[in-house]
Structure formats: C-alpha cells, structure tokens
C-alpha cells in the first residue's frame, strides 16, 4: 500500500517514540480527539502523544488508507501495553496541503 508522505512519517515518528516530529505533521492549530478527550495545538499534541506513549508504547501498521479531498481515513493496526492489544483504530484526518488540521481517533 503505498501512503502520502506525511502519512508515512507519521506513522515511523510514532513507532520511533518521537513525539516532536509526530507533532510537527499538525498545523499550529490542531486538534486531536482521542479516548473523550481533545487536545489543541502542537504542543498539546505533542504532550498527548508522549503521554500516551510512554504510558502504552504504541505501535503502528497501516492496515488501509482511503482519502477524498481533503478528508483521509487510515486504518491501523495498534500494538501496545493497553487491554485488547493489538485493535484496529480509524485515524480520521483533515489534511491541510501536508499537515494534519485534524484527527479523530475511533475503535
């Protein structure tokens, strides 16, 4: 499956636990929706994502990607230290030429 770039590398900032690069594919205006809860702006990403990180040490595989416009969904198989390990998550994006507007991630 071939992804965009800015998919791909968000994917590998992910698995490499580096959350400033996974952060630096949002705009400055970001928002993420994850678990009930939505973080705004880089640096909240970028402390959302470490968080969660450091707390479940996620891995990524892209299952699937499908995008219209300026709307993606990439599917992606999750492997961690969370219950269930590994699940199938839908990374729903809003894409901005190369950054990420927006993402909602659902089971």
């Known amino acids: 499956m071939q992804l965009p770039e800015?998919?791909?590398g968000l994917i590998?900032?992910?698995?490499?636990f580096?959350?400033?690069a996974f952060a630096a594919y949002?705009?400055?205006q970001a928002t993420v929706f994850d678990e009930g809860s939505s973080y705004s702006g880089r640096d909240e990403i970028r402390d959302w994502i470490q968080q969660a990180t450091e707390?479940?040490?996620m891995q990524l595989k892209a299952v699937d990607f499908l995008q219209t416009?300026?709307?993606g969904k990439l599917?992606?198989?999750v492997a961690g230290t969370f219950p269930g390990s590994p699940a199938l998550m839908?990374?729903?994006l809003e894409l901005n030429d190369q950054l990420i507007s927006s993402l909602k991630i659902t089971a």
């Open 6 to 8: 800015n998919i791909e």
């Open 12 to 16: 590998k900032a992910q698995n490499e």
């Open 18 to 20: 580096d959350s400033n």
């Open 26 to 28: 949002f705009t400055e």
């Open 55 to 57: 707390k479940y040490k």
């Open 69 to 71: 416009g300026s709307k």
């Open 75 to 77: 599917t992606v198989e």
């Open 90 to 92: 839908q990374y729903h």
